[in-house]
Nanobody, 119 residues
């Protein structure tokens, strides 16, 4: 089993910054990608940022230029630096990990961390 533990959420004013962290532990043979999704109240979960095992990144258009995803492979940890936060960034942020074993992909999810952007 794989466990993902997120941290770093909270309340921040518009224009402020937060850094989310997600540490993976358990039976991890390889990590093909890690990333962050978010779900605002009454909305569907959406992809925010993804980083592959070779460091390729992909961002949602709404966060490009403001958010940066990075990872520490030695620690099996992924980070999301969020700058210039807007009220519309308010959501529960979920960490995800994708691993491929024997040609089959498996995804794991964290419990989520609340990010609230409000004055």
């Amino acid at each position: 089993q794989v466990q993902l533990v997120e941290s770093g959420g909270g309340l921040v004013q518009p224009g402020g910054s937060l850094r989310l962290s997600c540490a993976a532990s358990g039976s991890i043979f390889s990590i093909d990608a890690m990333g962050w999704y978010r779900q605002a109240a009454g909305k569907q979960r959406e992809s925010v940022a993804i980083i592959t095992s070779v460091g390729r990144t992909k961002y949602a258009d709404s966060v490009k230029g403001r958010f940066t995803i990075s990872r520490d492979n030695a620690k099996n940890t992924v980070y999301l630096q969020m700058n210039s936060l807007k009220p519309e960034d308010t959501a529960v942020y979920y960490c995800t990990l994708v691993t491929v074993v024997g040609g089959t992909g498996y995804d794991y999810w964290g419990q989520g961390t609340q990010v609230t952007v409000s004055s």
